[in-house]
């Protein structure tokens, strides 16, 4: 799925400097808020404000763009023209006889500069440079954070990766994956810089970010919403395991009008218009529960 065309939540910025326009406000920049009020550790003061920034540019700058870069192009359509046009022109080796393994190689390695340039370079040419533009900012950014933004950027790029081989390298990759890293990874980094992590913060993370995947579902065409309801009572009822009856409350209440909402998703009103008029209750929920963890 092309960046173009990809309906998405949330990623308000991104190195591109692609604004978002759709009214879903949901995305990886309340899962940073939400991740360090879960911390605990917070503090008004500029080393803090330094963190927060430099999480903010990782999640919604590099792994946004690096997944828009790599998951969401189509390295397809210009894979498939390998070895459909004939090589023009091949430079041999001194001495090379024809059909031996040197001149294999030589006609194999200007069948592959043809194919860059001719195919490759024209269509997605960019997204190789952002790739690797976005690797390396990211690295740096982990680097000052510290080894646990290193991993969890390692981590990150390896569910980039598995969006590309999933999704068959169509560009359109599946939206739990996109959720991953949008919301759970977001989450669990902007936790980690601040505090070590805990299990309670790092299930939240997860359930918030199955709902979120079922609203990328839900915007894409989806038609059920019993994943988004579901994994929004698991929170709840992981804050009552936690003794935290009032919260565990709040945020049961905050999925009630959601469920008002889903007869009207189901006549055919859409995923978008559903996401968007649920959002603000999803939105306050995440917020409760990671004020109860912290």
Partial sequence: MSTQDTPEIGQLVRLDVTLRGSGL??????????????SGGWKWNGASLLEGVL???LVDGAWAT????????????????????????ARALPYTQPNTPGDRAMRWLAHTTQWWREHLRPSIGSAVSTILLCVAFSAALSAVLG????????????VVQLGVVVGRGTGRPL?????????????????????????????LAAAFAAVYGTGLTLVEGGRRATLWNAAQFA?????????????????????????LLEPALRRG???AWFVRS????LMIAMLIAAIAVS
């Fill in 25 to 38: 406000w949901l995305g990886p920049i309340w899962a940073i808020l939400c991740g360090i009020i879960a």
């Fill in 55 to 57: 999480v903010f540019f």
């Fill in 66 to 89: 690096l997944w828009a870069a790599a998951a969401e192009t189509d390295w397809a359509t210009p894979a498939q023209e390998w070895g459909r046009s004939e090589v023009t022109s």
């Fill in 147 to 158: 080894w646990p933004a290193v991993a969890l950027s390692a981590a990150g790029a390896a």
């Fill in 175 to 203: 939206p739990a994956l996109k959720a991953t890293l949008d919301i759970g990874l977001a989450w669990l980094l902007a936790h980690v810089v601040f505090a070590p992590l805990t299990a309670p913060s790092a299930l």
């Fill in 235 to 259: 929170a709840a009822g992981l804050l009552v395991l936690m003794r935290q009856p009032v919260a565990a409350l709040a945020v049961f209440l905050m999925v009630i009008p959601q469920m």
């Fill in 269 to 271: 009103m859409g995923g």
């Fill in 278 to 281: 649920t959002q603000a209750w």
